[in-house]
């Protein structure tokens, strides 16, 4: 990475005359990953600030998620329907069932976020594995994964989801986050072959080569670190999407089976006219959250891209 | 001296390919018919201009070019092929310092995992055999044992082609191709790194084949040198041959190019290049065939051989 080299702090203070500095006293160090993006992250008030209440509500989802008995969030209470925000202990009021919707969100979170990062893991690494055989191998082998993945992305992929979804007999949280995997790992496989074909191309990989290490070798202990850095970047950002995919599929009644709470059947609630119109407390809440969270995320993923570029820095 | 690696009519080309369906429609010749042969323990020096194809012969000889046709003969086999290579562990032998030395370390490695990467392929050493070994090659190179734990970044050009060459001579090697190892450090980082090289290659008896296009550079380094130009050999001798008495108008050109700090003959200097240059532009045809390549080489004296053309076999005077 083209990070600009900074002399030591502790020697740029010491005078020294030309005689007295040899070699092994100059400490010639680029600052360190996590001190660019500190520095990046002091740089936007903005993203600080998302990155606080991201962690914020991560930690609390998924503490708070496993105090949750699974009775709250299934048992109908056709008594308590509708309660405002405040009434009998319900900080955010209940639904339609009469189940307290603070319980539900927390919950709904916990599922649609496990899916989203669920999601991402299968894209990384599956994107990681064909983005490195593309890129390092090249020639015919690249010719075909590439026309595969240009066949795969033009495919609407929505429709097929929900095709999917719908002629899956057995279905559940694992069988959706199958199905929402197999279209998440075209644009990582793109963005890391060409990373990888820049990377080939140095002398360290030829150097590995006459080590004597194998090709497998050479793509991931040699190369993969040298991608850490897009890798973070793309995961983070994929992480929003992903989290955008699975709440659309819930809200459409396609995604996660009926019993297990998402943040896409919560708002769904708005697509009964009173509800959307008189009953708001039922669905903002849940819509609020996927804001802040995917916003937030972008944001972050904002500053990462630019800690890791060193022409998009601010600071 | 025992013949270390026989080249035979080395051809290495690349495809050119264009049109609408992308087919091959005409080749690179990067190298075309070389043959030579590297004894143990000597250096050579492989020298030409931009382009002439001699880090496309450095790499075919190390195993990174594919080679289209002829012969790489080590022990008695052809190690052109990668299989064949990697069963007689090749690359143990023969091993490569790369011209960039920033590029050639990985930045997310430590010198010790760089240094140790070959030395955990073709040697079985434990961690503190394989520790003490890095050890004792960073002393060969002339740096400190704190170095193991610091990145390439942290190093100087000197310090990091030292590097480089400690990694390349650590499952002691009995060839080393140097691709213009010191072209991209300063001049007296250059003088530091090859008179390194140069005790290196005394102590531990390693061939060096040394390719440059610095021709003050060869001189200081190597013992028989080769010219290359268009991805032929005009001419190959000893030292004392290419430098004393060249026979091909390339070389020729190419001695009369070295830049001289005489400032007293600087006008005779300057009247004998364009004399060099002229006789160049003359006799051109001469030396080369229809297609503008060299001739194949002919002995004119045990060590010496010259590209002449055919008709005029050895009598260039």
């Not at chain 1, 969030?73 to 900080?91: A, C, E, K, P, R």
């Not at chain 2, 030292?162 to 213009?180: M, V, Y």
Request: glycine residues 8%; without cysteine.
């Amino acid at each position: 990475m083209a990070e600009k080299p900074e002399v030591n702090e502790a020697m740029a203070g010491v005078p020294k005359t030309p005689q007295e500095i040899n070699e092994q006293d100059v400490v010639v160090s680029a600052p360190s990953t996590l001190k660019t993006v500190i520095r990046e992250f002091k740089q936007d008030k903005v993203a600080t600030v998302a990155l606080i209440l991201l962690i914020v509500l991560f930690v609390v989802v998924a503490v708070w998620s496993f105090f949750i008995p699974n009775s709250k969030v299934t048992d109908v209470n056709i008594m308590d329907q509708y309660l405002q925000m405040g009434t009998s202990g319900h900080i955010l009021g209940t639904d339609e069932q009469g189940r307290d919707l603070l319980l539900m969100l927390i919950a709904s979170a916990k599922n649609s976020l496990f899916i989203a990062l669920m999601i991402t893991i299968i894209g990384q690494v599956f994107g990681i594995i064909f983005g490195m055989i593309t890129g390092y191998f090249g020639g015919i082998v690249d010719t075909i994964i590439m026309r595969i993945i240009d066949f795969w992305t033009v495919l609407p992929f929505m429709m097929i989801i929900i095709v999917l979804v719908s002629i899956v007999s057995k279905y559940n949280i694992w069988t959706l986050i199958g199905i929402i995997g197999l279209f998440s790992w075209q644009g990582t496989t793109r963005l890391i072959r060409s990373k990888v074909l820049s990377e080939s191309d140095r002398d360290y990989v030829r150097a590995s080569k006459t080590s004597g290490s194998s090709n497998v070798m050479i793509m991931f202990r040699e190369v993969l670190p040298n991608l850490s850095s897009i890798i973070i970047v793309d995961s983070t950002l994929t992480f929003a999407g992903n989290i955008g995919i699975e709440t659309t599929l819930s809200f459409l009644g396609f995604g996660l089976p009926n019993g297990t709470p998402s943040l896409g059947t919560m708002i769904s609630a708005a697509t009964d006219p009173t509800v959307l119109v008189s009953k708001a407390y039922v669905w903002v809440p849940a819509a609020v959250f996927i804001i802040v969270i995917t916003v937030g995320i972008s944001f972050v993923g904002q500053v990462l891209r630019r800690a890791f570029d060193a022409r998009q820095r601010l600071g | 001296m025992s013949v270390l690696i026989e080249i035979k009519d080395l051809k290495v080309h690349y495809p050119i390919r264009s049109g609408f369906w992308n087919r091959v429609t005409d080749h690179v010749y990067a190298a075309d018919g070389v043959s030579f042969e590297i004894e143990a323990g000597k250096t050579y020096g492989l020298v030409g201009e931009s382009g002439s194809g001699k880090s496309t012969i450095g790499k075919a000889i190390v195993g990174l070019e594919k080679v289209t046709s002829g012969q790489i003969l080590y022990k008695g086999q052809d190690v052109s092929k990668a299989s064949v290579r990697r069963h007689m562990k090749y690359n143990k032998d023969v091993q490569m310092i790369f011209q960039d030395s920033l590029s050639s370390l990985n930045p997310k490695k430590t010198i010790y995992e760089i240094i140790a990467e070959p030395i955990r392929n073709f040697e079985n050493l434990d961690k503190s055999a394989e520790k003490q070994r890095i050890i004792e090659l960073l002393e060969i190179v002339g740096l400190s044992s704190n170095a193991m734990y610091q990145y390439p970044h942290q190093f100087s050009g000197g310090q990091r082609q030292r590097i480089g060459i400690a990694r390349a001579i650590s499952t002691n090697p009995k060839l080393i191709i140097a691709d213009e190892p010191v072209s991209a450090l300063d001049l007296s980082i250059q003088a530091q790194v090859l008179n390194f090289m140069k005790k290196i290659q005394r102590e531990l008896g390693i061939s060096f084949l040394f390719i440059s296009h610095d021709l003050g550079v060869v001189r200081h380094m190597t013992e028989n040198i080769a010219i290359m130009h268009l991805g032929r050999f005009v001419e190959l001798g000893t030292r004392e041959d290419i430098y004393n008495n060249p026979q091909h108008i390339y070389t020729k050109r190419l001695l009369s190019a070295i830049p001289q700090i005489d400032i007293a003959n600087r006008d005779a200097n300057k009247a004998q290049r364009a004399a060099i240059e002229a006789q160049y532009q003359a006799e051109r045809q001469n030396f080369y065939d229809a297609d503008g390549l060299a001739y194949p080489m002919h002995k004119i004296t045990a060590s010496h051989w010259v590209s002449t053309p055919p008709t005029e076999k050895g009598a260039t005077k």
